[in-house]
């Protein structure tokens, strides 16, 4: 089982800036593709941006340039840093890892594991 936990969320004025955290944590698994998603009220769940474990990154077209997202794999943590903050980002943000793990020399895919989600809110 892993476990993800997110902190960094909350509320900011159109134009600032917020980091997010999600931190990882199981036993005997490799925490591969790390990302975070969003789901605003009345939308779909959308990817905002995904990292490999050596560091290949993917963004959402609507934040490339402004956000940035990065790893730390001794941590098993993923980061997302958003800058230029607009109403549109407003949205329950969750992190997502897909995980393998090893039976003796055999890798396998394991599961992939979601967090429990935090707001972010832009207004003035």
């Known amino acids: 089982q892993v476990q993800l936990v997110e902190s960094g969320g909350g509320l900011v004025q159109p134009g600032g800036s917020l980091r997010l955290s999600c931190a990882a944590s199981g036993s005997a698994v490799i925490i591969n593709a790390m990302g975070w998603y969003r789901q605003a009220p009345g939308k779909q769940r959308e990817l905002v941006a995904a990292i490999t474990r050596g560091g290949r990154t993917n963004y959402a077209e609507s934040v490339k340039g402004r956000f940035t997202i990065s790893r730390d794999n001794a941590k098993n943590t993923v980061y997302l840093q958003m800058n230029s903050l607009n109403p549109e980002d407003t949205a329950v943000y969750h992190c997502?890892?897909?995980?393998?793990?090893?039976?003796?020399?055999?890798?396998?895919?394991?599961?992939?594991?979601w967090g429990q989600g935090t707001q972010v809110t832009v207004s003035s």
């Open positions: 997502n890892a897909e995980t393998g793990y090893y039976t003796g020399s055999w890798y396998h895919t394991g599961s992939a594991y």
